[in-house]
C-alpha cells in the first residue's frame, strides 16, 4: 500500500514547492464573492423529508454525520453509539448499534456501510443494517477521524497524531491495519489541520478526499488502489478553510470558511470558473451535506428550516427534516 502514499507524496511535493505551484488551478473567489448567485439559481426545486425517529433516539440538536445510498439515509444519534436507517420517504428502518462512539461512516458500493470506530472497521448491509465483517485496528496511537473502502481488498483512514496528519488503511487479504506520517512535500508532513473536517466523499463509485486548508482534491482509484490530484486550487493569499466538499458531474462544491465571508463555492473541475452562494438578507443559505445522485441532501432540525427555505413555517417543530435539493 506504499503506492497510495507515494502517490500522495509526489502530489503534494508539487503543491507546496515555491514559486507557486504552475499547475495550480486559479480560482478567483473575491471576483465571484463581489457577484454572489442566489441559491435558487443552483437548484431546481427542493423538498422536505420528515424523518420518523422512533422514540428513545435523539438525533442530536443540530448538524450531524449523514450519509445517503440505494433509498437509505444513515443518521449519527446524539450519543454517538447508533446510526439510524431510514428510507427515503424517512420511515424509520432500524438502528446500527455500536458498543464504541462511532467516529465516521462512509458507504461502499450501494451496498455496505463501512463504519469506523476506535478499534474497528465494520461493515453493514445498506438494505437492512445486518453485520456483515468486522475488521480489527490493533496498535494504533492514531486519532482516526474518517474511513472508506477502495475496492474489495482496501480500505483507506485519516487521521492525526501531534499535529501531523497520518494516512492508512486496512489490507483485507492480509489481515493488516497500518498508519503512517501523510507526506507532505519534501522533508515536510500534512498538519493535522488539514484533515480537521475531511471526510471521504463519493460521486457514484469514485471515491474522493479533500484537504481542509488547501481545497486540493484527491481522487481515489477504486480498482487500483491508486490516488491522484483532481483538483489543485489556488484560492489567493486569504487565510480559507472548507468543512464540507461534494462532487456531481464535473463541478466541485465546497463549503468554506474565511474572515471576511462563507458560503458554497461552486467549482469547474477543469477551469477553475467559479459561482459563489452565500447568505444575505434577503438570500437564505445554501446548506451543502451529501450530494447523491444529482440531489443535495442536507439534515437539520425542522425548526431551521426558514434559514434555508424561505416558505417554509418557522412553527415546524424540532425533529429533524431531510432537505432535498434537486439540481
Known sequence: MKRILILLFAGLLAVSCEPANPDATKVHIDKA?????????????????????????RAGPGETLLEVAADRFFLLNQEKDAILVFNFAGEFVTAIRSAEPVID??????RALVVLTEHAITEYAIGDGSTLTRYPIQDND???????????????VLGSKDRNAYSGGYLVNRKRFYIEPFPGGLHSIVPASDVQYTRFFHDGNDAFEFLSQSGVIFALDAPSGFAYLA????????????TNVQKSGGQFYYAFEREDASGVLVCDRKTGACKVFRKTEKEPAFPLGVIYAGCNYYCC????????????????GEGPVIIRYTF
Open 301 to 316: 432540525p425542522a425548526a431551521r428550516l426558514p434559514e434555508f427555505l424561505p416558505d417554509a413555517p418557522a412553527d415546524g
Open 33 to 57: 464573492l463581489k457577484r454572489p448567485v442566489k441559491s435558487v439559481e443552483l437548484y431546481a426545486k427542493a423538498d422536505v423529508i420528515p424523518l420518523r425517529v422512533p422514540e428513545g433516539f
Open 105 to 110: 461512516f462512509s458507504p461502499y458500493q450501494d
Open 142 to 156: 492514531v486519532e482516526l477521524r474518517c474511513a472508506t473502502r477502495l475496492n474489495e481488498n482496501e480500505f483507506f
Open 231 to 242: 483538483l489543485v486550487p489556488d484560492f489567493g493569499k486569504k487565510a480559507i478553510h472548507f
